[in-house]
Structure formats: C-alpha cells, structure tokens
T-cell receptor, first 113, second 112 residues
Framework: GDSVTQMEGPVTLSEEAFLTINCTYT??????LFWYVQYPGEGLQLLLK?????DKGSNKGFEATYRKETTSFHLEKGSVQVSDSAVYFC????????????FGKGTHLIIQP | DAGITQSPRHKVTETGTPVTLRCHQT?????MYWYRQDPGHGLRLIHY???????DKGEVSDGYSVSRSKTEDFLLTLESATSSQTSVYFC???????????FGSGTRLTVV
C-alpha cells in the first residue's frame, strides 16, 4: 500500500536559518503530493501541493518539488521565522484521492529567536 | 476552518458509553472524511464518504461507525467507547480530492 516517510524531529533551528524537511513516498501510479501544517491547538492547513512529476508547489516562502525518480517531495524554506514553528505533515493521495490521504507521522519544527 | 465545523470541541466520556461526533459543512462538497491523530502515528483514516448514504472503511475503522444522511453532515459514532479511542478526531472535506482536503479544527476526546 501507499506510505510516506518523513523525519519526526523535533527539528530545532535558529531564526533565518535554511530549512529542509525530507519526505519520501511509496505509491502506486502517479500520486498527488501535499504538505500540510498544523499550528498548536489547530487543525491542518494545506501549505502546498504538486500533482505531477517535476511540479513545484510554493506558498509563504516554502517550496517543494515532486521528484518521481527519487520518490521525494522535500520541503524547503530559505529563511525561517519564529512563526513557522509548527508540525509539518507530508501526504499523498493516489487513484484520484477519493479514498483518503496517506500521511507521514509529522515533523515538529521549533524556531528559536 | 471556514465552511467546516466539528462538535463538540472537547469531550470526556466513560468507558462503555456511546459517543457521537459531528462534522458539519457549508461548502456542499461531495467527499467527507474522519481521521484520528495520535502521537507517533500521524493521522489515520477511520471512515470516509463519497456521497449521501455512501460510506466506506478506512485504515482504523474497528469500533467506529458513520452515517451521512445529508450532504452537509457526517457523523462518527463510537458504539462503546474504550480508552484506546482517546484521541483527537479531525473531519475533512473535499470536492476534488486530488487537489487536497480542508480540515476542521478537531475534537479532543478523552475516554476514562
């Protein structure tokens, strides 16, 4: 079945540092890939997505590129802020997505001033 | 999130009692989902619906049932709550699943 693997953390960085959170996946066919973010006490918010190979999703300074050859969708940001502290989830859906998203276990990111 | 509401937000219940969680949407989206979130497990799919009266099981459906009698409401029922069902439950909706889902704010359920 489908699966997503990501580092769990916590990942602690200083403000303005470069961020990479790795995500690799196993899926049948051609999945759509997502990054969701969860702030403390809240639900998940869609951060960015990519629906086909070589697509780059971007939002709020975050980027991720759909790499079919390495089955990866790593999240990057050039300069993190304290407000980026949250839990980040990589997820995929295949076969059209109607039967649910498959999530990684989440990466807790802590940004120190 | 705008357009999707979960109730209650918090609930404490005793082992063996029935519990129903409600997800209400105003977006008229076809697809609705129930997930549970637990430390070390991420989010796991419980049940989902692809239309009124059309539901199917997810990865962790044992001990749960669902109903969808109208487009806007998707109910999750724990027939006899157990301590292992202590969790945070999230509802999600989508009109085009390949383009992502919108999540509610969650229900924190504690079974004592």
């Amino acid at each position: 079945g489908d699966s997503v693997t990501q580092m769990e953390g916590p990942v602690t960085l200083s403000e303005e540092a470069f961020l990479t959170i790795n995500c690799t996946y196993t899926a049948t066919g051609y999945p759509s890939l997502f990054w969701y973010v969860q702030y403390p006490g809240e639900g998940l918010q869609l951060l960015l997505k990519a629906t086909k190979a070589d697509d780059k999703g971007s939002n709020k300074g975050f980027e991720a590129t759909y790499r079919k050859e390495t089955t990866s969708f790593h999240l990057e940001k050039g300069s993190v802020q304290v407000s980026d502290s949250a839990v980040y989830f990589c997820a995929l859906t295949s076969g059209g997505g109607a039967d649910g998203l498959t999530f990684g276990k989440g990466t807790h990111l802590i940004i120190q001033p | 999130d705008a357009g999707i509401t979960q109730s209650p937000r918090h609930k404490v219940t005793e082992t063996g009692t029935p519990v129903t969680l409600r997800c209400h949407q105003t977006e008229n989206h076809r697809y609705m989902y129930w997930y549970r979130q637990d430390p070390g497990h991420g989010l796991r799919l419980i049940h989902y619906s692809y239309g009124v009266k059309d539901t199917d099981k997810g990865e962790v459906s044992d001990g749960y049932s669902v109903s969808r009698s109208k487009t806007e409401d998707f109910l999750l029922t724990l027939e006899s709550a157990t301590s292992s069902q202590t969790s945070v439950y999230f509802c999600a909706i989508s009109e085009s699943p390949a383009n992502g889902y919108t999540f509610g704010s969650g229900t924190r359920l504690t079974v004592v």
